[in-house]
């Protein structure tokens, strides 16, 4: 596993707005990056919501699915930490931080 920080991950997957460069903003205007980019490691799927859910270094991120396999970047966003109504988002931001943590913690 690549120990870089999230925002020093170079985009792989050939996106025509961020492919080879930095992806710091997630919700730009044409963004394409596959659900598999190398900016957004530790992405759950979750089918019961249509959505992915990702960490970056501000907090756990989501982008809704859309029709034809893509994913809809320009109404993404960061989950709100303060949200007392959503408290499987924040399990979720734990569990996901826990799981960063023993994977990283194992890469000898």
Known sequence: MDN???AQRLCDCRC???HRMER????QPDCACSI???TQ???LLVEQWRVAIFLTADGMYFVNA????QWDWAESGLFDRDYDGFPIGQLLEHLMRAAQIAVSSNDD
Request: charge should be neutral; charged fraction near 10%.
């Open 4 to 6: 870089h920080r999230l």
């Open 16 to 18: 025509p707005v961020h």
């Open 24 to 27: 710091t903003t997630f919700n």
């Open 36 to 38: 598999t980019c190398a």
């Open 41 to 43: 490691p530790m992405t």
């Open 66 to 69: 859309i029709e034809g396999g």
